[in-house]
């Protein structure tokens, strides 16, 4: 299938992180994002949104300063607990302040410096509205025990397989078998704002509202995609 690049128009992306209570990998998180390579043609915004009852992650955030080296650095406490609730705040958030991406990862990640810019040259090539990437095992702590070592490794194995696997299934011309979920993950802020797919709130606490958000997706016609170089690390 011949894959007509999206034109070069300016686009604008919201970064986003869900977090609760580790404020140790949110920092982590937030110092992969300082050291990201721009995205050619595409203005950056990152968002940390904390699901809470308080908030406990915003001297984090102020820290920064309000930026990151690639643009600005928001803060929003969604006290409405579950995932859900948070990762609709993101989509709101991206939608209010006119963004046409919404990029999320988890707050035990880290990213690869060309994360982002191969995400969007993903989204320019494919003409896709969700996109998916793979999930890599973060480097061993130097510190780890003997056993804590062979349990890491085959961690890492788990990983690559699964990557392998969605490597061979799917690619910039859809998805097939593969389901796209919130650890690496972009969509077209339209999927919401048209297309009236969101993030299921009924399901509070019971996990899986990413991979429902993926199926929706596909039950609905909308294109996605895969992106094979688009890494992120998990601790």
Same mark, same amino acid.
């Given at each position: 299938m011949d894959l007509a690049e999206r034109s070069p128009e300016q686009l604008s992306v919201v970064v986003a992180v869900l977090t609760r209570r580790r404020p140790g990998m949110l920092t982590a998180t937030?110092?992969?994002?300082?050291?990201?390579?721009?995205?050619?043609?595409?203005?950056?915004?990152?968002?940390?949104v904390e699901n809470d009852d308080a908030p406990r992650a915003r001297g984090i955030v102020e820290d920064r300063g309000g930026s990151l080296s690639g643009g600005p650095l928001d803060y929003v406490l969604e006290?409405? #607990?579950?995932?859900?609730?948070? !990762?609709?705040?993101? =989509?709101?958030?991206?939608? *209010?302040?006119?963004? /046409?991406?919404?990029?999320?990862?988890?707050?035990?990640?880290?990213?690869?410096?060309?994360?982002?810019?191969?995400?969007?040259?993903?989204?320019?090539?494919?003409?896709?509205? #969700?996109?998916?990437?793979?999930? !890599?095992?973060?480097? =061993?702590?130097?510190?780890? *025990?003997?056993?804590? /070592?062979?349990l890491h490794q085959g961690i890492v194995a788990r990983y690559a397989r699964k990557e392998r696997r969605a490597a061979r299934k799917a690619g910039l011309d859809g998805t097939p078998g593969v389901t796209i979920v919130t650890n690496n993950w972009l969509a077209d802020t339209r999927i919401f704002s048209e297309h009236g797919i969101w993030f299921d709130e009924a399901m509070r606490f019971t996990g899986g509202t990413d991979a429902k958000l993926s199926a929706d997706v596909k039950a609905k016609g909308l294109p996605t995609a895969w992106i094979r170089d688009a890494f992120v690390y998990e601790t």
């Open positions: 937030l110092g992969s994002f300082d050291r990201l390579v721009p995205p050619e043609g595409c203005s950056v915004r990152y968002l940390v006290t409405e #607990l579950g995932i859900p609730f948070g !990762r609709n705040r993101a =989509a709101k958030h991206a939608i *209010g302040t006119g963004s /046409r991406l919404l990029a999320f990862i988890d707050d035990d990640e880290i990213v690869d410096p060309h994360w982002l810019r191969n995400l969007i040259r993903g989204y320019r090539q494919s003409g896709a509205m #969700l996109l998916g990437a793979p999930l !890599r095992a973060a480097p =061993a702590a130097p510190d780890l *025990g003997w056993t804590q /070592r062979k």
